[in-house]
């Protein structure tokens, strides 16, 4: 099967700077680095990969013994500021697309 999604475990979390791959990936690839850009429509950043778009899921390894009764209502809140399209894909399209569930 081939796909033009490129998927990416960020469990691990991005802690590094935003500039890291622009400025230390060899000078051949520095084309396709990974940047954090910021969306226009709604000022949250975001990550591009090849010079497109991440789409990213939450917690695809959810659900965590840790987190409150109350989370996905929390979850709604946190991601109610982010445009449409963000918000949408973050919940949902975005892991339906990735595993062809659409």
């Not at 960020?10 to 935003?18: A, F, Q, S, Y």
């Not at 695809?60 to 963000?86: C, I, R």
Request: proline share 8%; net charge negative; with cysteine.
């Amino acid at each position: 099967m081939t796909t033009d999604s490129v998927l990416i475990d960020c469990d691990g979390h991005i802690l590094e700077p935003p500039d890291l791959w622009e400025q230390y990936l060899d000078p051949a690839y520095r084309d396709r680095a990974l940047r954090i850009r910021v969306d226009p429509d709604d000022g949250y950043e975001y990550l591009e990969i090849d010079s497109r778009r991440a789409k990213l899921f939450w917690a695809s390894d959810y659900p965590h013994p840790d987190h409150p009764a109350n989370y996905l209502e929390e979850l709604q809140e946190m991601v109610a500021p982010m445009g449409e399209t963000a918000r949408r894909g973050i919940l949902g399209e975005n892991v339906a697309r990735a595993y062809r569930l659409d």
